[in-house]
């Protein structure tokens, strides 16, 4: 009986793809003994000259240097006009600290005093009402008055002073830039690298040239945060007015639109949901940065767990920890009420100032209302320290109590973890030679995206060869490598519970975007707590700080599968289990990959961050940059921890897409 020209077609693209994989086994035989044979012949293959290392650090300090030094611009020098920039974003940051929590010192007699913290509570409960109603703004609420009540508010306004100047700030540069690229194709496919390039740098790579170009500061500091938000807001810019209805602009330009009324004032106002999503996002960033901002002289909440985490102060830690958790989940959770918020029609707008904007009213006679009775009662305008209470001593308790009790088995786990499990896989990656990893990487990338991919892939894993960081990089890779399998391990088997079960999905949903609004710094404090400095602590911070990606993707994409697949499955006689393993997982292994991507990428910035607490990678290479003003250093870390992000990113994305072609789902 002759075959079908179907089956023979799948036939022939089975065999093809049989051969292909043995082309790759084949070539992993050779480079595997290559790396037995050739480092007897040629020793370099094995250990990289240090005679041929590029001096990657000397060109990037030296061109900082001319930056400062050198550049002229004619009117100004580059030196000039960082000077100027840092004396022109002092004035709104003066006032708004001012404004919040200083006071206006008009002269030796007349004083003007900041906004009283019971009024901003009461306006931040206003906004939360008009936002998402009542629960919001008990919320936003509660959440502030926290900052009061455990005797963070001066902590908090100095934080929020340079929220408020450098979202804006950051907000419109990447709208401005987004219609930009939305406008001109060149611009978008050139602007797209430099903002993965940003996006997977890490934070210490930003805080190393700017303290270099800006010096110390709040200023600087409050620099470092917008340049670090730009990105999102950028590309939430570009996918709103991409997603804007063909039928909507048509009609912008029958009634006569110019080019410049279409775009303010019928595509943004479209693109509204998406771009206020950008908008929460630059928040977030914004406030993630600010603990390591304050390295460089940010102060505030940051200044405050920073200092806490290097005096292992863990009642002061958390309190000014959950105090900038609590910020960002109250900023979080408005701004996603304002973006799903649907504007009113016009037949609903009154023409009455009064019922057009209640809201904005009530706050306004609330502000000044409680800050003309502040004259009086002064306990409305400074927040009582007889009022404030403290959890410190408590905690202090604890730790003691969990070195006491619990030392032992902490102790177990801790060394079984490092004996059986990370010190093996570490030694066996400091011993690959760079020749094999360079040559597996590039047939793994021409395998799943050719030689222009395999092309990439090779010359980044080159470039951090010839910089000198080979190690730490492979230290780096270690530990991210064991964070990332134990963080999916745990993670998709829950994202498949919530996507079985209803009550689950609620659960892990407010779990993760919990744990997605958490500043990445404040992991660190309970996990030195318990498990003091080393790789054993990152590793459980990385793990619990990258494990959201893994439970929503896996949650996503199970649920994303067809119903009417799940119908046919069921129609054939399969069980629940079956229907499971053989039809949702494989639809939705494109989306879990992404999920895992995201998890590569979360763990890698966490990674940089633990090197506060004794790892020995790159991101230690970026701290040491940092504290010892070595500009170039700390930037060629940062630049090899991008390249190993961007690598795994590419990788990752170009197995999502074959996958996706051979699923019909491209």
């Not at 009542?134 to 100095?158: C, P």
């Not at 909440?301 to 005096?311: N, P, R, T």
């Not at 990385?542 to 199970?558: E, K, L, Q, S």
Request: net charge positive.
């Amino acid at each position: 009986m002759m075959a079908s020209p179907g089956e023979a077609v799948s036939v022939l693209q089975g065999l093809l793809r049989i051969r292909s994989l043995m082309t790759l086994w084949a070539a992993f035989a050779v480079v595997i003994v290559a790396a037995i044979i050739v480092p007897d012949i040629l020793p370099w293959v094995d250990n990289y000259p240090k005679e041929w290392m590029a001096p990657f650090r000397n060109w990037a300090e030296d061109f900082l240097f001319w930056l400062v030094k050198k550049l002229d611009f004619g009117l100004f020098t580059f030196k000039e006009f960082t000077r100027g920039l840092t004396w022109l974003m002092n004035w709104p940051f003066k006032f708004a600290n001012w404004t919040l929590w200083k006071g206006f010192e008009v002269t030796e007699t007349f004083y003007i005093p900041s906004l009283p913290w019971m009024a901003i509570v009461i306006c931040a409960g206003l906004i939360g009402h008009r936002a998402g109603g009542w629960r919001l703004s008990l919320l936003a609420a509660g959440g502030v008055f926290y900052l009061a009540l455990f005797g963070q508010w001066e902590n908090a306004m100095k934080t929020l002073s340079s929220i408020i100047i450098a979202v804006p700030i950051a907000c419109g540069i990447g709208l401005i830039v987004g219609i930009w690229s939305y406008r001109d194709r060149r611009v978008e496919k050139a602007i797209t690298p430099v903002l993965d390039f940003m996006q997977t740098v890490p934070v210490f790579a930003y805080l190393v040239p700017i303290l270099y170009l800006f010096g110390f500061g709040p200023i600087p500091a409050m620099i470092v945060t917008v340049i670090y938000a730009i990105p999102p807001m950028v590309r939430a810019t570009l996918l709103g007015l991409k997603m804007v209805s063909p039928e909507v602009i048509e009609f912008g330009q029958m009634a006569g639109c110019s080019q410049r009324q279409l775009m303010w004032r019928v595509m943004l106002p479209s693109a509204r949901p998406t771009l206020l999503l950008g908008i929460n996002q630059v928040i977030m960033l914004s406030l993630n940065l600010a603990i390591l901002a304050s390295m460089i002289g940010a102060g505030g909440l940051g200044f405050e767990v920073y200092s806490a985490l290097k005096s292992l102060n863990v009642g002061r830690g958390l309190e000014a920890g959950v105090a900038i958790v609590l910020l960002a989940i109250v900023l979080d959770r408005v701004t996603q009420a304002l973006a799903q918020r649907q504007p009113p029609e016009h037949t609903e707008i009154k023409k009455n100032f009064v019922f057009r904007h209640p809201y904005l009213l009530a706050s306004l006679v609330f502000l000044f209302g409680l800050l003309l009775l502040s004259y009086v009662v002064p306990e409305i305008r400074n927040v009582p320290e007889d009022m404030t209470v403290t959890t410190a001593p408590y905690w202090r308790e604890l730790v003691n109590w969990i070195t006491v009790n619990l030392f032992d088995y902490l102790y177990a786990a801790k060394s079984f973890l490092l004996v059986e499990i990370l010190i093996p896989f570490k030694r066996f990656l400091l011993v690959v030679p760079w020749f094999v990893v360079v040559a597996l990487f590039g047939i793994i990338g021409w395998r799943l995206g050719g030689w222009k991919l395999s092309a990439i892939v090779g010359g980044m894993i080159l470039f951090i060869v010839v910089s000198g960081f080979w190690d730490r990089a492979m230290v780096t890779v270690y530990l991210m490598t064991i964070s990332v399998l134990i963080a999916a391990a745990i993670g998709m088997p829950l994202g498949i519970l919530a996507a079985r079960n209803e009550r689950m999905h609620r659960f892990f949903g407010v779990f993760t975007d919990t744990l997605q609004t958490l500043p990445s710094f404040v992991y660190l404090v309970p996990v030195v707590m318990l498990f003091q400095v080393g790789d054993v602590s990152a590793m459980i911070a990385v793990i619990v700080y990258a494990i959201a990606p893994a439970i929503r993707y896996t949650d996503h994409g199970i649920r994303g599968v067809s119903p009417e697949l799940i119908e046919a499955a069921r129609a054939t006689g399969c069980s629940r289990r079956q229907i499971l393993w053989k039809v949702q997982i494989p639809l939705a292994l494109p989306e879990i990959m992404l999920g895992l991507n995201q998890t590569i990428m979360l763990a890698i910035s966490m990674l940089v961050i633990t090197a506060l607490v004794g790892t020995t990678d790159l991101g230690m290479e970026v701290y040491i940059g940092l504290s010892n003003a070595d500009p170039g250093r700390g930037i060629i870390a940062g630049i090899c921890v991008a390249f190993i992000a961007i690598i795994a990113d590419r990788l990752i994305q170009a197995w999502s897409r074959k996958h996706k072609e051979r699923l019909g789902l491209a």
